[in-house]
């Protein structure tokens, strides 16, 4: 198992998301190219959704999740759970490379 393989699987964050007290399973959003966003509702620690960037390919691709296209408004706190850091606040939408 490489260490980033490890470094997910054995995240306190992501683990609590995958096992948030509403059991709903994540939905695909968007797809463009190798990229996706997900997105699930939950309950703990912070109710609300929790979106997914996912980019399954080898190279480097910007994704962008526009938050109106969610049904969500106002200030979002965005957070790396994977490297678990405050990415700071965006109001309309957020974009990944």
Do not use: P
């Not at 490890?6 to 939905?27: F, R, T, Y």
């Not at 797809?31 to 939950?42: D, G, M, N, P, T």
């Not at 959704?49 to 979002?76: H, M, P, R, Y």
Request: proline fraction near 0%; charged fraction near 20%; charge should be negative.
């Amino acid at each position: 198992m490489s260490q980033d393989t490890k470094k997910i699987l054995m995240n306190s964050e992501v683990i609590a998301v995958n096992q948030d007290s509403l059991g709903i399973q994540a939905s695909r959003v968007k797809k463009v190219l190798a990229s996706e966003v997900w997105i699930a509702q939950v309950t703990d620690n912070c109710a609300g959704l929790v979106s997914v960037l996912f980019n399954q390919a080898t190279i480097t691709e910007s994704i962008t999740i526009e938050f109106d296209k969610l049904g969500i408004s106002g200030t979002q706190n965005v957070r790396d759970l994977i490297n678990q850091v405050e990415l700071g606040q965006s109001t309309t939408s957020y974009t990944e490379q």
